[in-house]
C-alpha cells in the first residue's frame, strides 16, 4: 500500500466536503444507465472542485461514505505518474475493504499521464466504480476527449458563476417583478459588479476590491505558468507573456500583424509559434478565438479573430484599452454567457457593418450596446443587424442593452432589445 496515497484518502473521509453555496447544475443530467465517465472541462478555479462537492453530498444521499471518495492529483505528496492511478482502487480496498460500489472523484486528473488509459480500463473492467474527473484543460472536454475515451464519457464545461448563481452568492433575493420593485437599483448594482468583476466564485465573496485585484493577477500567474508554461513546455515565458498583454487589449488578432508587432518589440517569433500559444490559450479555457461566420473556409481563416476571455476580471485588472471599457466587459459577459448555454458562436463582419455574434444552429444575430439613447448608435446598430439578416437570410434578431427594452419590425426581420440582466437570467430570443 502507498503511504502518500494512503494518507490522502484517510485524510478525505475524515474532513469531508466543506459547506457550499451550490450551483446551478441538474444531477438528473448524469444517468445510471448507461454508465459513464463524467468530466468537468474549465479554467482554474471556477469552481469545478465546489461542482464536485456539490455532487458528492447528493451521492451521500444514497451511497455510504466509505464508498465515495475525493483526490486531488495536484497534490504534491502525490507522484505524477501512472502507477498512483494503477494502485488508487487497491489501497482504498486495503483501508476500508471492498464495496459493492465506489464513486472516485479525480480532481485535474490531466496532471498524471496516460490517465486516459487507465480511466478506459477501469470504466470497462469494473462495474461496480463510477468515475467523476475534473481539468483545467480541453482534453477532458466532449470535443478533444482522448480516442479511447469516445463513446464512454459525459463531458459538461463548467465556466464562472452565471448571474443568477452570482445573485445567490450574494444572498440577493429576485421579486417576481423586478421591473416594478424598489429591489431594481441593487440589481442594477450588482449587475455592474458582475460585469465588472466577473464570476470566479472566490472573487465574487471578496468584497474589497484591492483584494479582488490580487486574486486574479494569481489566478492568471498561476493559470499562465502551470496550465500553458509548464504543460507545454514553453521555453520563452516572457514572450508568451507579451503576447498575452496585446490580446488583452485588442478587441481582435491577426496573428501575422501581431507578429510583426512582437518582432518590432524585439521579439523574434513566428505566425506558427503565436498559433500555438492561442490554441493553448483556448485549450486552458482562458481565451477563446472567435472565428467570422462563412460557409468559405478561405474567408474564416483570412479575416482576424475576435478574442474573449472565460472572466470579465482580466480584462478588467490587467487590460489598459478595455478596463473602463464597459460596452467591451458586457460583450465579453454575453459571450461567456452563450458558451454556458452551449451555443455555436461566431461574428459577422460586412461593408461597414459588423454584428458581434451570430448564431448560426438558432438562425439569429446578436448585437450588444451599452446605451442605444442617443439616436445615432440605435441606428447603427440596427442597420447592422439588418444588413446581417439580409445577408445570411436569419429573421431573428436581439439587440442586448443595458437597460433597455423593445422591439422593432423592420421588413422581415424581427429585432428584439432586451436589458443585459434580463439576457443572462435567461430571456433570449
Known amino acids: 500500500m502507498r503511504e502518500d496515497l494512503a494518507k490522502v484518502l484517510v485524510e478525505w473521509q475524515e474532513t469531508w466536503t466543506p459547506e457550499l453555496v451550490e450551483r446551478d447544475f441538474d444531477i438528473t443530467l448524469i444517468p445510471e444507465k448507461p454508465r459513464k465517465v463524467v468530466t468537468f472541462a474549465g479554467c482554474r478555479r471556477v469552481g469545478k472542485t465546489y461542482l464536485m462537492f456539490q455532487l458528492i453530498n447528493e451521492l451521500s444521499k444514497k451511497a455510504l461514505k466509505e464508498e465515495i471518495f475525493y483526490v486531488n492529483f495536484e497534490d504534491e505528496r502525490l507522484e505524477k505518474k501512472v502507477e498512483i492511478l494503477t494502485e488508487l482502487i487497491p489501497t482504498i480496498e486495503e483501508l476500508y475493504g471492498r464495496k459493492e460500489r ?68 450574494k444572498g440577493f433575493e429576485m421579486p417576481e417583478k423586478i421591473d416594478f420593485s424598489s429591489k431594481k437599483p441593487a440589481l442594477l448594482n450588482l449587475l455592474r459588479e458582475y460585469v465588472l468583476y466577473g464570476g470566479f466564485p472566490e472573487v ?31 521555453r520563452n515565458p516572457e514572450e508568451l507573456r507579451a503576447f498575452i498583454r496585446l490580446l488583452l487589449n485588442s478587441e481582435y488578432v491577426s496573428l501575422s500583424k501581431t507578429a510583426r508587432t512582437m518582432r518590432s518589440m524585439g521579439y523574434s517569433i513566428s505566425k506558427s509559434t503565436l498559433a500555438n500559444y492561442l490554441r493553448y490559450l483556448e485549450e486552458c479555457y482562458f481565451a477563446f478565438p472567435l472565428e467570422v461566420y462563412s460557409s468559405k473556409v478561405r474567408l474564416r481563416m483570412q479575416h482576424p479573430r475576435k478574442v474573449y476571455f472565460v472572466d470579465t476580471s482580466f480584462l478588467t485588472f490587467l487590460s489598459v484599452k478595455f478596463s473602463e471599457n464597459i460596452g ?7 459571450f461567456i454567457e452563450l458558451l454556458r448555454r452551449g451555443k455555436e458562436v461566431n461574428y459577422a463582419l460586412g461593408n461597414n457593418w459588423e454584428v458581434d455574434f451570430v448564431l448560426p444552429e438558432e438562425e439569429a444575430l446578436m448585437q450588444v450596446s451599452y446605451d442605444v439613447g442617443d439616436e445615432e448608435t440605435l441606428r447603427r446598430e440596427i442597420n447592422a443587424l439588418r444588413k446581417a439578416s439580409r445577408e445570411f437570410g436569419f429573421k431573428n434578431a436581439l439587440l442586448v442593452t443595458w437597460d433597455s427594452e423593445g422591439r422593432i419590425e423592420k421588413g422581415k426581420t424581427t429585432i428584439k432589445i432586451v436589458p443585459l440582466w434580463k439576457f443572462l437570467l435567461g430571456e433570449f430570443i
Open 102 to 169: 465506489l464513486y472516485l472523484f479525480l480532481d485535474e486528473i490531466q496532471n498524471i499521464p496516460n490517465w486516459d488509459l487507465w480511466v478506459r480500463r477501469i470504466h470497462d473492467s469494473r462495474e461496480d466504480v463510477r468515475l467523476f474527473l475534473s481539468g483545467s484543460s480541453s482534453k477532458l472536454s466532449s470535443r478533444e476527449i482522448p480516442t479511447s475515451l469516445r463513446g464512454r464519457a459525459l463531458t459538461f464545461e463548467v465556466f464562472p458563476l452565471s448571474f443568477r448563481e452570482f445573485l445567490r452568492f
Open 328 to 334: 467591451r466587459l458586457m460583450e465579453n459577459t454575453v
Open 204 to 234: 465574487v465573496l471578496t468584497e474589497d476590491v484591492r483584494i479582488k485585484r490580487l486574486i486574479v493577477r494569481d489566478y492568471f500567474n498561476t493559470i499562465i505558468a502551470l496550465d500553458v508554461v509548464e504543460r507545454y513546455s514553453i
